[in-house]
C-alpha cells in the first residue's frame, strides 16, 4: 500500500453510495492513499455537496433509491460548475447494458462490485492524472490565447506607430547601442535614397561620417548621459551626396535594450 502514498498529490473525492459499508470501505481504501474523502449516502445530497464545493472525482453508485447514479450524473453534467467532474461508477451490476449507459450520461470508468484495491486505485489515480493532464492543457491553452491576444495588439500598435511616424516630414530614425538602425520611416527613405530594408542592414557609420566605428563606444556614451539634445552633422545620400542635417534626439531603454530616437531635419531639402 504504501507504495501508492506519495504518487499523486491530494484530491478531494466524493464517494456516493446508499450502502454504509461501502462508504466505510472506499474511505478506507483511498485515505490510505492521502486523498481527502467526502462521503454522501444519495443522489440529491450528492449534487448539493458537488454543487457547493466541486470535488477532483466522484465514485458514484448506480443502485440508489430516489435518484439513481445516472440520473445523479446527468445532473452534474448538464451544470457548468459539475460538468468537468470525472465520475467513476460503481456497482455490482456487470452487464454490458450498464457499463454503455454508464459512459452514455457521462461518466468516464466504471469500478464492478465486490471491490479489488488495485483496481480501485489504478482507475482513481489513472482518471486524476487525465484530469490534471486536461486542466493543465486548458490553462496552457488560456496562456497561449492570451499570448496571442497581446501580440496581436503589439502588432497592431506597431503598426499604428509606423503608419503614424511614415506622416512625419522629419525623418525618423532608431538606433541600437551597436549603432544599428533598427527603425527608420518613410521620410528617411525618400531622402537618403535607400529603401526601408536597405537601411535597415545598415549602421550609423554607413550614413553619418562624424559617427565612425572606431569612436562610436565613447560617443555612444556621451549622447546617453545627455539623455536628449541636439547637434548638427552630415549625411551620406545614396547616390554620394552630402546632406547638412540638424539632428534632435533622445535616449531611451526598453526591454532592457538602450536605443537613441532621432529625429532628422535636412534644410536643403525643404
Same mark, same amino acid.
Given at each position: 500500500?504504501? /507504495?501508492?502514498?506519495?504518487?499523486?498529490?491530494?484530491?478531494?473525492?466524493?464517494?456516493?453510495?446508499?450502502?454504509?459499508?461501502?462508504?466505510?470501505?472506499?474511505?478506507?481504501?483511498?485515505? #490510505?492513499?492521502?486523498?481527502?474523502? &467526502?462521503?454522501?449516502?444519495? =443522489?440529491?445530497?450528492?449534487?448539493?455537496?458537488?454543487?457547493?464545493?466541486?470535488?477532483?472525482?466522484?465514485?458514484?453508485?448506480?443502485?440508489?433509491?430516489?435518484?439513481?447514479?445516472?440520473?445523479?450524473?446527468?445532473?452534474?453534467?448538464?451544470?457548468?460548475?459539475? &460538468?468537468?467532474?470525472?465520475?467513476?461508477?460503481? $456497482?455490482?451490476?456487470?452487464?454490458?447494458?450498464?457499463?454503455?449507459?454508464?459512459?452514455?450520461?457521462? =461518466?468516464?470508468?466504471?469500478?464492478?462490485?465486490?471491490? $479489488?484495491?488495485?483496481?480501485?486505485?489504478?482507475?482513481?489515480?489513472?482518471?486524476?492524472?487525465? &484530469?490534471?493532464? #486536461?486542466?493543465?492543457?486548458?490553462?496552457?491553452?488560456?496562456?497561449?490565447?492570451?499570448?496571442?491576444?497581446?501580440?496581436?495588439?503589439?502588432?497592431?500598435?506597431?503598426?499604428?506607430?509606423?503608419?503614424?511616424?511614415?506622416?512625419?516630414?522629419?525623418?525618423?530614425?532608431?538606433?541600437?547601442? /551597436?549603432?544599428?538602425?533598427?527603425?527608420?520611416?518613410?521620410?528617411?527613405?525618400?531622402?537618403?535614397?535607400?529603401?526601408?530594408?536597405?537601411?535597415?542592414?545598415?549602421?550609423?557609420?554607413?550614413?553619418?561620417?562624424?559617427?565612425?566605428?572606431?569612436?562610436?563606444?565613447?560617443?555612444?556614451?556621451?549622447?546617453?548621459?545627455?539623455?536628449?539634445?541636439?547637434?548638427?552633422?552630415?549625411?551620406?545620400?545614396?547616390?554620394? &551626396?552630402?546632406?547638412?542635417?540638424?539632428?534632435?534626439?533622445?535616449?531611451?531603454?526598453?526591454?532592457? #535594450?538602450?536605443?537613441?530616437?532621432?529625429?532628422?531635419?535636412?534644410? $536643403?531639402?525643404?
Amino acid at each position: 500500500m504504501n /507504495n501508492h502514498q506519495v504518487q499523486l498529490a491530494k484530491a478531494n473525492i466524493l464517494v456516493v453510495d446508499d450502502t454504509p459499508d461501502n462508504l466505510r470501505l472506499l474511505s478506507a481504501m483511498l485515505t #490510505q492513499l492521502g486523498y481527502e474523502i &467526502r462521503r454522501v449516502i444519495n =443522489g440529491p445530497t450528492a449534487l448539493k455537496t458537488a454543487q457547493a464545493a466541486p470535488p477532483d472525482l466522484i465514485l458514484l453508485d448506480i443502485m440508489m433509491p430516489e435518484m439513481n447514479g445516472y440520473e445523479v450524473c446527468q445532473h452534474l453534467k448538464a451544470s457548468e460548475i459539475t &460538468r468537468d467532474i470525472p465520475v467513476i461508477f460503481i $456497482s455490482a451490476l456487470d452487464e454490458v447494458f450498464d457499463k454503455v449507459k454508464a459512459f452514455a450520461v457521462g =461518466g468516464v470508468d466504471y469500478i464492478t462490485k465486490p471491490f $479489488s484495491e488495485e483496481e480501485v486505485f489504478a482507475r482513481v489515480e489513472n482518471n486524476l492524472t487525465i &484530469r490534471r493532464l #486536461q486542466k493543465q492543457l486548458t490553462e496552457k491553452n488560456l496562456l497561449l490565447q492570451q499570448e496571442i491576444s497581446d501580440r496581436q495588439k503589439a502588432e497592431s500598435a506597431l503598426r499604428l506607430s509606423q503608419f503614424y511616424l511614415d506622416k512625419f516630414k522629419d525623418s525618423i530614425f532608431f538606433v541600437n547601442s /551597436n549603432a544599428q538602425l533598427v527603425y527608420v520611416n518613410e521620410a528617411a527613405c525618400q531622402i537618403l535614397g535607400y529603401s526601408r530594408k536597405e537601411l535597415l542592414t545598415m549602421t550609423v557609420h554607413d550614413i553619418d561620417p562624424n559617427f565612425p566605428a572606431e569612436t562610436w563606444h565613447s560617443q555612444w556614451q556621451e549622447l546617453r548621459q545627455k539623455d536628449s539634445s541636439s547637434f548638427e552633422s552630415i549625411h551620406l545620400a545614396q547616390d554620394g &551626396r552630402n546632406l547638412h542635417v540638424k539632428i534632435s534626439f533622445s535616449y531611451l531603454e526598453f526591454k532592457e #535594450q538602450e536605443y537613441l530616437c532621432t529625429s532628422a531635419y535636412y534644410p $536643403s531639402t525643404h
